[in-house]
Each structure stands twice: as structure tokens, then as C-alpha cells.
């Protein structure tokens, strides 16, 4: 039967989290709380469990570290006497990997305390290599840059032509490092230089003319195409296929994230090529389709085939300027493709830009390609240590497979919190909860309604052993928050620029990692680091006093005493004003200043320890679009571009976080502290030099007006954005509006009362109650987040919440043009990116179980499509899609409901038939169906963008109903819709609809 929720959680979940779990603190801050007996009562029991065990976890772990300190010592003093020589390879299939000899074939050392199965980078320099820029022109001091895309404006009449290669290659990111092996695109067209480079090539489109792409997939054939990264061939979509075939490794797609386009190039999981001549009988993915006038008799491909390794995109950009990526979105592979490399940059601009810095309002840092804005796109990665490094930390990598020194690593072992084994109940370098050493545990199998774990724990290898988990390995892992920040692929780069406005565009472009960045002067004593104080009261009331505060007057600074402290409030540099994010210009500019991340302290809060303040916060794949004058920093200065957001978000591990003077956590799993100067540091992300004669300051007043509307004249916002679906306050400034009192939704509220933008008429509007939920997946254990549907008007004793895959029947139904809200509730612990493809979304309000409403930030204010979705919070979100307009007709997406199984077999879906009552009927237990075709309309998804999530099953189908018996309407010249601009007169074709 499948997990089931019920609200009782609300209630123990704010009182055990209220009780003071202070996410993984260091076993030196921790306080012991009174354990609780374990109950039946099955998920709210589960989670309730896992918050108690955020408090003591780091105990538990020290503890079972101390009692493997005697064989951790060992190895060290037999490695010191020379015992171990060296490093050999012994594969030996079965056995568990000692450390000093690597054995890719063997079992990892899941609970022996000494192997922690998880490597960290090798020193590398910070700030040695330059910030590599857009064109050849702004090559950094390694020979790299992101080159932009060359256009066939010739080919298609009114459309931009693109011609983009996938193939493998290498490229030196550091000067400490040796060439890394990556995957990515490069540039086609005759006039490129036929390479690739990481990052690129990035597209340059304009608003409302189309841009045509051939993607071709040049990956080798066979095994050789296999990715040079550990797969868990168990994941949905990366293993076994229909008919006993099995999925390939060199399987590749577009997806252009934020794109406003047609179904069948928004790039979802089953619109994957593989390469020409690849044996393989799964040649393209089950929902692939090309471009209608782009294939077929004297068209550009007249005779498309199966295995042709081409594909073909239609992208309108019917849509505001704004920051988008283009990047891979395989089915089972898009988390490994992308860290690889697949992914680059795509710049819409528009009209309302183009005038704001024609006008001098908007920085143009040079001109040329650097007129809209300088790229900063952040990521993390590890690279592969040295042999002895890697072999005593994780000897089952496959060097040979996977790859050697320089090369990325990424998380292969699925590292148990638990070991049943230990007397503190933990495991020493465990990572992630098990289920069925979780309580109350959860029964694994493979079979419906099977009682043996046929996946559960298995014994140790040697006598007196404790059990493994019964994980696959090389395992997937939820999360791989990694120790090397990249931007613009370069770790830990310097730019030297002068005291004046620049305009950066920064992309969040890591699979999971998030970064709360702001800008702080450098130590003068030590030029590659920021200098930190203690988090006390005592720095918190001196930063108080120097204005330091937030809207209740409270000190910014946090007194949590937390690991290393925070960044000194008397280095803060200039404010970050964000004037846009992922979806465009924002309604008005908002000024972030430089500080520390806080967290919720108040125990009474059902939301206590969410983040409460932050610099400029951006979880994966979110953008913002940002004005930084440095006009004010002296020349010769230097400063730091520092990032404090801890991993997860907000119930992070200190683990995860690497700095300089951290403490040394090699016992427990993690890595000794960072070295001044060096790497692993995910704190230090880039430097920035100051130098030249300082400029005016920029004109912030300016900017704020161009952002007003007035009787007689559109703001930014107005003139580029479409109006918001909900009228609230926060609008009144940028559409000219004079709204009174903000609509919001109450926790207990099933519809939404509002009067209509458009016309002022009062209309109630019915939720669509959606879900977020985590658990544990059924088949191996692993922790896992689900998207789901919320049952209304449920009560106390009822189930409230049914977890769905992604392989199962469409629940998010729209029609074209159709107004929806969903109000999605959120059932477990961490914040997740959830990102909607096709539209952008409108956040209405935020509200806690206990009823709180909060508003959305001023940096969510407009649209979004990536959403930070928090822990025990109901954020309601209003959309209205809608279709692109096209010159061509389009069908629907016929696929079966799994691709990854035979057309016509049983595979076992979740019953969303309806009982009376409810809770008597089979609503939300397994069932068996056959593997039918089915219409999922035009089709898209939304998903978490912590790619380990999307692919552990956090992601849905949305099926959009779009009249297609008619032509849509036509593309004049140049691609120009013929229909007004959305502020003008055809604006009830979006308002009305």
C-alpha cells in the first residue's frame, strides 16, 4: 500500500523541530533532547522520527566514529610504515574495499567507519585563472570562453538557424589541473571554430523571432558512447527498456528551460535522440518529434529515420527578455549529462531592455556582447583527487570507466545514516536515511504486495559483519552537494573591473547545490579569503548598531554560534539590486545587501529553522538578473563574491560546507578544513579587483522611476511582462493600479475569492490541491520526494495526501488559455526548486500549517517559473498557459504511460478512482494496468530542479489541451505575432481567456 499522510504531523513536527533541531549542528553545540518511543502510525511517525534525528544525529555519528577509531588509526600507522605500497588495483568482485587498493568491483565499506565512500577535490589555487567571457575577445589567461552562437538568418525567413553538435571532449577549467573529460555542445556552423567549449555556445535570440535548431547527437556508438560517470541503471529511464532491451548511456535532448514553446521541442524526458548508427533498437524516445516544415519531402531533412541522430526545435520566444539555458533532460540521465557539461546559455532580449539602456538607465558594460549584461553562471562540481587521495577515501571508483585526476567525480555509494550495528544506532560517515533501518520501517520489494525484501539489508561479507543496505552500487543518491564552485566553467576565478555600475546576469546553473551570495572586501592580510567573526550576541549587537537590522529592528547577524562563524559586518560591500529573475524584469528593483544567512529561531513557528534572511538566494536553475555599482570601492581593493547558504536548505549538513579553518571531520565522513588560499571551499566563490578612476554613482532613483507606471506611460514591468493574474498591493507601483488590500489564500481555504485584474469583477476561483512528499521509494529504501495531489475538504482521521511518479496517469490537466491555482502543500523537510515548463507562474502567498500567511519575497513579485517550495508551508501559485502560436499544425502526444515497458504489459500505477467516503474507497492504493497509449495533449512537466530529485521521481506530466483541428494563427514577418502587444489593445487575448 502506498505511504499515506495525515495532518497530525503539523502538530508533533513544530513541537519536535521547536524543541531545538538545529540541523546537524557540530557535536559540540548539540544538546541531548529526550528520545520518543517508537509508534505505528506509519508516515507522520516516519518523518517525525527523521526531524528527531536532525538534533542527536550528529551525536550518534561522533560516537560510532570514536568506536572506529582504532581501525582508522591502524590503516594510518600501517599506511606511515610503508605497509601499504602504494596503490594497486585489485578487482575482486564481492569484496569489500580496503583503503589504499582500489577495487571498483567491490562492495563498498558502507559501516566500517573508516572508508567515508566520498572524495573531495585536490588542492587547487583560488584566484589564479581569470573569469572566462562571452566571444574569443574575453578568453580568460586559460584560452577559455563561452562563444556565442552564429546564426543562418537565411535559411528560414524570419527564424534564427542554429546547428549544435553533442560530442565528448576536453578542456583544462584550472591551471592546478590537469584537461577535464566532459560532454557538450559546440557550434556548427562554418564560421565557428568547430570546438567545443564548456558552457557554450550560448544563443542570442530576439523577442518574438523564432529560433530553429538542429540538434545532432555526434556521441560515439555502443559502449563507447557510455557516460565517463557512475550510472544506477536502476533509476527509471536508465536501465532496462521495453521488450528486454536496455537503455543507452549516449542518449541526449534540448530542453530550453524557461521557454515558451511548442510540445514537441520543450525537450521533456521521452524526446531523447541517440546517435546515428547506434545499434540500439530504443533509437528516440517515446514522445520525440521533429519540427513539422522542418522534415519531409523537400524540406531540410526530407527523409527523417529513426536512427538519423538528429533532431529538430521550433523555440518562439513569444515571450520578455530574460536569462534562459538550454540543457539535457534524458530520461534517467539528466543529472549525469548535465554535470558533464550539457547545458549553455540562451539570452532573449526584447524591445524594453534595448531602451532602458539606450536611455542610460541599465549599465552597458562595453558594448558588443557585454551590452546586456555580464554572465555569471555558478555551479559546483569535484574533481577526481590524486591516487593515494582517492583510494583512501573511495576505492570502488572505476578510474577507468569513470575516469582519473581532473576528472569530475560524483556520489556513487548510498551511505546509511543508520547502522542497527552500533550502539549509538548511527553509522559513522552515513549520509542519508534507509527505510527499513528507519522507524517505522519500510518493507522494499519488487513485486506488488510482496512480502520478502527482496532489496532490504544484506549481510556483511566477512563473519561478524554488519548488514549493508541492500542499495544497488553504484547507487543513485539524493542529493550531491559537491566542494567546488565553477563560474563560468572556472573554479574560483578573478575579474578585475573598474569602480563603477556593471549589470551581471547570474544562473544557479549547479544540479543541486544553492548559493546565497553577496559581495564582502577581502582580508588584507590574506587577499583570497573574507574575515569572520564569531556569531554572537556580542558581533550581532555591534552589527545591530551600525544599522545592521532587519524590519522589526532585530540584528542581522546571526547568535547561533554556529561552525566558523560568519563574515565580518564591517567588510560588507556594495548592495546586489536585482532587477529581474528567471522569468524577466521584476515589478520594481530591490536592493539586497551583503549578510549572512539566518535561520527561523523561534521555537513557537510551525516553520521554525526555514531560512528568515538571506543576500541574494537562488536554489538550482533560478536567475537574477543584477546591478552592482562599485563605484564606491576604492581602486586597489579587493573583494570577495561569498556565498553562505548551507546544503540542504534549511536542514543542511555541515559536511557540505567547506571553508577555510573548518574543523577536521574526516571521522564522521567529511574533509579536513580548507587550507587559506586553496580549495575545497564552496564559501569563496569568485574575486573581484577593483582598479581604475571611480565613475558617478549609479543613478538608483533613475532606475526605480523607469520601473513606475504612470497614466501616460508603462513602467519596465508593464510594458514587458503580462499583468498579474491576482491584484495585490505589491503591483500598484509598476501597473498603475490603485489595489487596496492583498488577496491571499488561508490554510484552511479550498477557492480563492479575487476581483479579476482585467475588468475588477469579482470571481471565486476553485484550488487545485497539489503535494509535495517525502518518503522513502519502494524498491530499494532510498529517501525520496514525490509530487502528489492533496484530497480536499479531508478531516483528522482521513488521508490527506497520495504521492504519484512520474509513470503514472496525468493529474495537472489544462486547458489553453485557462486560469488555474494550485495550492501545493508541502510534507517533509527540505526546500525544493520546483520548476513548471511551458509558463511562468504568479506567487500569491505562502502559509504555514499553523495558518501564518506570508507573502512572496520582493525577488518573487511577477512571474517565476523555478519556485522555492518550503517545508511544512502551503505555497499558492496562479497560472494561465498559453500556446505558443505556431506555423504549423500540431497533433497531440500519444505515448504509453511507461515507456521504459513493453506497450501492452501490466505495470502498477496509483488508483485516483474516487470512493464514497473517501477514505473507504481504493482512492490512492496500487493497481495493475496495462501499458496503454494515451493522450497526453500537448505535453510538458514540472518537476523539482535538484536534478537527483527529478530522477528519483519528484516530477509529473501536465497535459495542456490545445484546439489543433485549425491553423494557429500565422507568423507575419520577421516571426512577429499578429497580435498586439500585451499592454495595448489585444490584451484580452491573455486577459480573457
Known sequence: MLKKFNRLLALAAALFTGAGIYAEAPASQAKPVPTIAPTTHADQDAIVERAIRRRTLAMARQAAAERAKPKREAYKAAKAAGQIKGVSTKIEKGVVAPPGIMNPLGTPDYMGGVIPNWTSSPLIRKFVDTLPGLTAANQNNLGNYIPVAVPNTTLFPGSDYYDIGLVDYSQKLHSDLPATRLRGYKDLHPSADGAAHYLGP???????????????????????????????????????????????????????????????????????????????????????????????????????????GIGTYFYTNQQSGRLMFYHDHTFGLTRLNVYMGEAAGYLLVDNVEKKLIADGILPNNGGGINTYGIPLII???????????????????????????????????????????????????????????????????????????????KPGVNPGDPDYPGTPNPSLVIESFLDTPVVNGTPYPTVTLEPKAYRFRILNASNDRPFGLGFYYADPAAPTEVTMIDASPVEAGWAAGAGFVDAAGASLWPTDGRAGGVVDWRTVGPDIIQIGNESGFLPEPVIIPSQPTTYNMNRRDIVVLNIANHGLFLMAAERADVIVDFSSVPSGSTLILYNDMLAPVPAFDVRFDYFTGAPDQSATGGVPGALPGYGPNTRTVMQVKIVGTAAPAFDVAALQAAFRSTATSNGAFAAAQHPPIVPQTFYNSAMNTTVATDSYVAIQDNSMTFNKTENGVLTTTPLKPKAIHELFELNYGRMNSTLAIELPFTNFNNQTTIPLGYSEPATEI?????????????????????????????????????????????????????????PLEDIIVAMRPISPQLPFVLGNSLRVIDPSKTEGSMIQ?????????????????????????????????????????????????????????????????????????????????????
Not at 259 to 278: E, K, R, V
Not at 396 to 405: C, L, Q, S, V
Not at 823 to 851: A, C, E, M, S, Y
Request: glycine share 10%.
Open 202 to 308: 550560448l544563443i542570442l535570440a530576439e523577442r518574438d523571432r523564432p529560433v530553429r535548431v538542429t540538434f545532432r547527437n555526434q556521441l560515439p556508438t555502443g559502449t563507447a558512447g557510455n557516460l565517463p560517470l557512475p550510472v544506477d541503471t536502476t533509476v527509471m529511464g536508465a536501465g532496462e527498456g521495453p521488450n528486454g532491451t536496455t537503455y543507452t548511456q549516449n542518449r541526449a535532448e534540448l530542453h530550453l528551460h524557461g521557454g515558451l514553446n511548442p510540445y514537441i521541442s520543450d525537450g521533456t524526458p521521452h524526446q531523447w535522440i541517440t546517435p546515428a548508427g547506434d545499434p540500439t533498437p530504443n533509437k528516440k524516445g517515446a514522445a520525440f518529434a521533429n519540427v513539422p516544415d522542418m522534415v519531409g519531402p523537400g524540406k531540410l531533412f526530407p527523409n527523417p529515420t529513426a536512427g538519423d
Open 379 to 457: 555551479q559546483d562540481k569535484t574533481f577526481v583527487p590524486g591516487p593515494s587521495a582517492l583510494a583512501d577515501t573511495d576505492p570502488t571508483w572505476d578510474i577507468n570507466n569513470w575516469g582519473g585526476y581532473g576528472d569530475l567525480w560524483y556520489p556513487h555509494v548510498y551511505m546509511p545514516n543508520q547502522n542497527p550495528g552500533d550502539p549509538s544506532g548511527a553509522n559513522a560517515m552515513g549520509r542519508w536515511d534507509y527505510g527499513p533501518w528507519f522507524w517505522p520501517p519500510v518493507p522494499v520489494a519488487d513485486a506488488v504486495n510482496s512480502i520478502p525484501t527482496a532489496h532490504g539489508p
Open 814 to 870: 489544462l486547458k489553453d488559455g485557462e486560469t488555474q491555482i494550485w495550492k501545493i502543500t508541502h510534507n517533509g523537510v527540505d526546500t525544493h526548486p520546483v520548476h513548471f515548463h511551458l509558463f511562468d507562474v504568479q506567487i500569491i502567498n505562502r502559509v504555514g500549517w499553523d495558518g501564518a500567511v506570508r507573502f512572496p519575497e520582493p525577488t518573487e513579485l511577477g512571474w517565476k517559473e523555478t519556485v522555492k517550495m518550503n
Open 909 to 993: 500505477v496509483t488508483d485516483l478512482a474516487t470512493g464514497a467516503p473517501v477514505n473507504l474507497g481504493n482512492l490512492g492504493n496500487p493497481i495493475n494496468v496495462p501499458n496503454a497509449v494515451t493522450d497526453y495533449g500537448w505535453e510538458y512537466v514540472w518537476h523539482c530542479h535538484i536534478l537527483a530529485h527529478e530522477e528519483n521521481d519528484f516530477m509529473r506530466p501536465m497535459v495542456l489541451n490545445v484546439a489543433t483541428t485549425l491553423p494557429r494563427r500565422s507568423l507575419g514577418p520577421r516571426g512577429h505575432r499578429q497580435w498586439p502587444h500585451p499592454r495595448g489593445p489585444g490584451l484580452d487575448r491573455w486577459l480573457h481567456r
